[in-house]
Nanobody, 122 residues
Framework: EVHLVESGGGLVQPGGSLRLSCATSGFTFGPSAMSWVRQAPGKGPEWVSSIYTPIMNTYYADSVKGRFTISTDNAKNTLYLQMNSLESEDTAVYYC???????????????WGQGTLVTVSS
């Protein structure tokens, strides 16, 4: 079975940093797209970042560009999101997902993790 498990969330002060991890099993990245999506309290899901393997193209939402960095460790089948200069507006549940940034074609199987909570507060 395919599983995604996020970790690394927690409470951090404004201006601080966190690194989120997404451990995967049941598949290898190969030529594929992986994404981070977040959902803040009272808001809908917001796409954050995506990475394509093996070409390693990366994409970021304007709200996090310059502050967040997406990366992979293919040997460990792990996806990362390094978050710097965190703001209160970054408070959300963060999910990793096996999906591209935009709409997926019919028959594309999306896989999501359970999410990890990031709280940015003084």
């Amino acid at each position: 079975e395919v599983h995604l498990v996020e970790s690394g969330g927690g409470l951090v002060q404004p201006g601080g940093s966190l690194r989120l991890s997404c451990a995967t099993s049941g598949f290898t990245f190969g030529p594929s797209a992986m994404s981070w999506v977040r959902q803040a309290p009272g808001k809908g899901p917001e796409w954050v970042s995506s990475i394509y393997t093996p070409i390693m193209n990366t994409y970021y939402a304007d709200s996090v560009k310059g502050r967040f960095t997406i990366s992979t460790d293919n040997a460990k089948n792990t996806l990362y999101l390094q978050m710097n200069s965190l703001e209160s507006e970054d408070t959300a549940v963060y999910y990793c997902a096996k999906r591209p940034p935009g709409p997926t074609p019919i028959g594309y199987l999306e896989v999501w993790g359970q999410g990890t909570l990031v709280t940015v507060s003084s």
